[in-house]
């Protein structure tokens, strides 16, 4: 399948969106599994909280942020993407949920994670727009579909007046920095984690 036979759509305006946001979890969770297990302990309560928080137009997973890739209509991709601004607001919104919904033992991990949560983190700017999660079905790699997914998100923050993108990445996802910096993404910030051996890069484009 190349490029063109791809469909790409918001999953707010799909009429079963409620049946793909457990794909869109397992994907989202796929970008970033070191995060999400820290953040939740495990990968099954990730994709609890995950799935909970894409129903939702108040987080910053939720499903008025998102963009599938899709081949014959079944879930090939996706691209989680907001302004700077959208992405402060709903954080912190989305760790109040977390702290008060959650139980006295998940309450109590995150607690002791501060630090670690708060560098995995790093600051973006209201005038960024920001790409959260990038992440392709493994039957439809190496098939330009992430390319063409940075496309739609370039796309999308243009015409909401956004020229400088920005996302996050860790240093020994090769795979993933080959693919940003071919669209024009130059690291702007290098920072270890704390208590952990990972590097995180930020990278930057102008479009």
């Known amino acids: 399948m190349n490029q063109k036979e791809y469909e790409f759509r918001p999953l707010s305006e799909m009429p079963n969106a409620g049946e793909l946001i457990p794909k869109t979890a397992a994907l989202i969770y796929s970008s970033g599994p070191n995060y999400f297990d820290v953040l939740f302990g495990t990968r099954e309560s990730a994709l609890a909280w995950l799935g909970c928080w894409i129903g939702r137009t108040s987080s910053g ?10 081949a014959e209509g079944q879930v090939a991709g996706i691209a989680l ?10 954080q912190r919104l989305d760790m109040l949920s977390l702290l008060r919904e959650s139980d006295s033992s998940l309450r109590a991990k995150l607690s002791q994670k501060a630090e670690i949560i708060r560098a995995m983190t790093p600051a973006v700017q209201p005038w960024e ?10 039957s439809h790699r190496g098939k330009g579909l992430g390319a063409a997914m940075l496309r739609q998100v370039f796309a999308a923050g243009v015409a909401l007046g956004f020229h400088w993108f920005r996302l996050d990445v860790r240093s020994d996802n090769a795979v993933a920095i080959r693919l940003y910096r071919s669209a024009g993404f130059e690291v702007c910030q290098s920072f270890k984690v704390q208590q952990t051996e990972w590097e995180l890069y930020s990278m930057r484009v102008e479009v």
């Open 61 to 70: 997973f939720g499903f008025d942020r998102v963009t599938l890739a899709l």
């Open 81 to 90: 993407h907001l302004s700077g601004k959208d992405l402060i607001d709903r």
């Open 129 to 138: 727009y920001y790409l959260r999660s990038l992440a392709v079905d493994g």
